[in-house]
């Protein structure tokens, strides 16, 4: 079987990508991959370096303040059509694939005009305009939230199979939290500002962390984001419940020892922790695309498996007391939360999808 795929720009496209090339090569023997994706960003050195063939486009975001960057762009575009269906002519896959991100937008629009069945995942509760854009053009749409499917009605078929994010934490490495010398009869609360870290949430977390203290039933490990760890940790300084690192590696293989993650609501992260069944405190950034991060923290908290917190209700001493609660199950809600993950069931996104691919291909 030969697949193409696309996706770029982040990691919320490129990582799910990586989930259904993993499933596909674990499901068929003979499978031939070629992934599209732009010549100047991130997966340009992610795929290639994980042995996937790479050909690359020239292709840029429209912008509304670069009006001479968007003319060259609509060229841009048709010249990218062009060489996807050159590509596609000479690679000749049974199905393209697009995960988000501007670059799939010639990508899918070749397939389609050459006839080639065409599928698009969209990670977020409110999909991206490139997404919807190509929503016509598709024979299926793969959705990560249930309500996702109003968004793509002219897809000849729309499947909610989830985000498959998920199945790599549930395959990763284990990190054992008494590796990084937490105590294994206290439980663990991980929080997490994002692959960059964010200053709003940094300064709120200082306040939040200078109340933890030794007789709390509870530890902290707070990962900040590589360039903000610095600035935060100028002139603090912690319990030893507490501890405070820029990074972690392979960060979802500590998920089987955390109680609870405080977090961003990105696809990504949620995709995981649904994965893990591991209850969460969402705080949604504000400043992204659709506000999409609010409603896919939302659509959580009515499942009753994730608590939603805004930026603007943010106080340390209420955050304080409400994590004391939950670990410590006072209202029963943490429990709740559990069974609640538990019925969800969402460990198997990548063979939805595959499955789903196979059934169009018939």
């Known amino acids: 079987m030969k697949i193409i ?5 982040t990691g919320g496209h490129i990582y799910p990508a ?3 090339i993993n499933k596909f090569k674990a499901k068929e023997k003979d499978l031939e991959v070629l992934y599209i994706g732009t010549h100047n960003r991130m997966e ?4 290639p370096a994980l042995g996937i063939k790479y050909e690359p486009i020239e292709i840029y975001g429209f912008s509304k303040t670069q009006i001479i960057r968007d ?5 841009l575009i048709n010249k990218a059509i062009t060489k996807c269906k050159k590509i596609m002519q000479e690679f000749k896959p049974d199905v393209v694939i697009g995960v988000g991100g501007y670059v799939t937008m010639p990508v899918i629009t070749a397939a389609k005009k050459l ?6 995942h969209e990670q977020n509760s409110i999909p991206g305009k490139t997404n919807k854009a190509l929503s016509k ?3 299926l749409a793969c959705v990560s939230y249930e309500h996702s499917n109003k968004y793509f009605t002219n897809a000849k078929k729309v499947v909610y199979t989830g985000n498959p994010c998920g199945e790599n934490a549930l395959t990763t490495k284990k990190i054992p939290k008494e590796s990084l010398g937490f105590n294994k009869n206290k439980k663990l609360l991980l929080m997490v500002a994002g692959s960059l870290g964010s200053e709003t949430i940094n300064n709120f977390f200082a306040s939040f962390l200078s109340l933890i203290n030794e007789d709390d039933n509870f530890e902290v490990l707070y990962i900040t984001g590589k360039s903000h760890y610095d600035s935060f940790m100028e002139g603090k300084s912690f319990s030893s419940s507490v501890k405070v690192l820029p990074f972690l590696d392979n960060l979802s293989g500590l998920f089987s020892d955390v109680d609870l993650i405080i977090s961003r609501a990105g696809a990504g992260t949620i995709s995981e922790i649904l994965a893990m069944e591991l209850p969460s405190i969402l705080i949604p950034s504000p400043f992204v695309a659709n506000n999409h991060q609010y409603y896919n923290a939302l659509d959580l908290k009515n499942k009753k498996v994730s608590i939603l917190l805004e930026e603007k209700d943010l106080n340390a001493n209420k955050l304080y007391d409400q994590v004391k609660d939950l670990l410590s199950d006072k209202n029963k809600e943490y429990a709740a939360m559990k069974k609640e993950l538990s019925k969800l069931d969402m460990k198997n996104a990548g063979t939805a999808i595959y499955e789903n691919i196979k059934e169009i291909l018939k």
């Open 5 to 9: 795929i696309s996706a770029g720009g």
């Open 18 to 20: 990586i989930g259904i």
């Open 44 to 47: 340009k050195d992610i795929i």
């Open 71 to 75: 003319f060259k762009n609509v060229f």
């Open 115 to 120: 006839g080639i069945p065409t599928v698009i």
């Open 137 to 139: 053009n598709v024979d």
